[in-house]
């Protein structure tokens, strides 16, 4: 018999969104790894061209101010954005989960002051708490990760906690309660099975939003120096002045790779949109 996710993941890929988007996001997650075949420079590597040369039959995207090839920095770009984008919205879903739940259950106390927390780290402004934990932290993908779960959180956990107060009214809540169930098995045994789809629907936009801030972050020189990536290479772009003497070669294929990714999350989002929509009905 085909399990639940299983159901799900096939009811997404049938549909022309939903194997778009998922092909689109496999396929530069695979980039990196297929680099090799595609050409034989290192995206590390200096001199292998000469310096801001324009795409060539050596260099099909050209070269950076230190002649190395845009190809190969293009090709294993992409995985640092997904990578950081799917951990994010892995760890808001666990934060959701565990703050977002007990603040709508509980009616006192322990829920007031959950959402207390939620509304105080939902009017922290991102962008500034970004550079401030960026420069305190240190650059290392894991740092980057735990900055934007840390902004990406309250929102969703908002969301979910209003749709658990309606439910803890509802009749089956009151029946677990009458049977002697504790609070932590009604939680997560009777009310997470009936807010799992809008937990996985918001996972998805807090992708997008980490992936389009995770490239900001690079952009603006806060990310891993050594680390090939869409973000960096921008920002390599810019210190050079390569995008004010024309050389878009170096700008646009990062820039095309971003959009190009964040959209095939936003294909995802609609294609699961339907399909979970389709279920509650």
Same mark, same amino acid.
């Given at each position: 018999?085909? =399990?639940?996710?299983?159901?799900?993941? $096939?009811?997404?890929?049938? *549909?022309?969104?939903?194997?778009?988007? /998922?092909?689109?996001?496999?396929?530069?997650?695979?980039?990196?790894?297929?680099?090799?075949?595609?050409?034989?420079? =290192?995206?590390?590597?200096?001199?292998?061209?000469?310096?801001?040369?324009?795409?060539?039959?050596?260099?099909?995207?050209?070269?950076?101010?230190?002649?190395? *090839?845009?190809?190969?920095?293009?090709?294993?770009?992409?995985?640092?954005?997904?990578?950081?984008?799917?951990?994010?919205?892995?760890?808001?879903?666990?934060?959701?989960? +565990?703050?977002?739940?007990?603040?709508?259950?509980?009616? $006192?106390?322990?829920?007031?002051?959950? !959402? &207390?927390?939620? *509304? %105080?780290?939902?009017? +922290?402004?991102?962008?500034?708490?970004?550079? &401030?934990?960026?420069? @305190?932290?240190?650059?290392?993908?894991?740092?980057?990760?735990?900055?934007?779960?840390?902004? =990406?959180?309250?929102?969703?956990? $908002?969301?979910?906690?209003?749709?658990?107060?309606?439910?803890?009214?509802?009749?089956?809540?009151?029946? /677990?309660?009458?049977?002697?169930?504790?609070?932590?098995?009604?939680?997560?045994?009777?009310? &997470?099975? !009936?807010?799992? !789809?809008?937990?996985?629907?918001?996972?998805?936009?807090?992708?997008?939003?980490?992936?389009?801030?995770?490239?900001? %972050?690079?952009?603006?020189? +806060?990310?891993?120096?050594?680390?090939?990536?869409?973000?960096?290479?921008?920002? @390599?772009?810019?210190?050079?002045?390569?995008?004010?003497?024309?050389?878009?070669?170096?700008?646009?294929?990062?820039?095309?790779?971003?959009?190009?990714?964040?959209?095939?999350?936003?294909?995802?989002?609609?294609? &699961?949109?339907?399909?979970?929509?389709?279920?509650? $009905?």
């Amino acid at each position: 018999m085909e =399990s639940r996710s299983g159901h799900l993941i $096939r009811r997404i890929l049938v *549909d022309p969104k939903g194997m778009v988007g /998922a092909g689109v996001i496999l396929a530069f997650s695979l980039l990196p790894f297929l680099r090799p075949l595609i050409t034989k420079y =290192s995206p590390e590597a200096v001199g292998v061209g000469a310096p801001n040369q324009p795409p060539s039959s050596l260099h099909p995207l050209g070269t950076t101010s230190l002649g190395q *090839d845009v190809l190969s920095q293009f090709l294993t770009g992409g995985l640092v954005p997904v990578e950081v984008g799917v951990l994010t919205g892995i760890f808001t879903s666990l934060l959701v989960i +565990l703050v977002g739940i007990p603040a709508g259950y509980y009616v $006192r106390i322990g829920g007031r002051l959950l !959402n &207390l927390v939620t *509304d %105080i780290f939902l009017i +922290l402004p991102a962008l500034p708490l970004i550079i &401030l934990l960026g420069v @305190y932290l240190g650059p290392s993908l894991l740092n980057q990760v735990l900055v934007l779960t840390l902004i =990406s959180w309250p929102f969703p956990a $908002r969301v979910v906690a209003s749709q658990v107060v309606s439910l803890r009214e509802r009749e089956f809540i009151k029946v /677990a309660k009458a049977l002697g169930a504790s609070d932590v098995r009604i939680m997560f045994g009777e009310v &997470l099975p !009936n807010v799992v !789809n809008l937990i996985i629907s918001n996972s998805i936009l807090v992708i997008i939003f980490a992936i389009l801030f995770q490239t900001a %972050i690079s952009f603006l020189g +806060l990310g891993i120096p050594t680390q090939p990536g869409w973000g960096n290479m921008l920002y @390599y772009a810019e210190q050079s002045g390569a995008i004010a003497s024309g050389e878009w070669w170096w700008v646009v294929p990062p820039g095309l790779g971003i959009l190009a990714v964040a959209f095939a999350f936003s294909l995802l989002f609609l294609r &699961l949109e339907e399909v979970l929509g389709l279920e509650v $009905r």
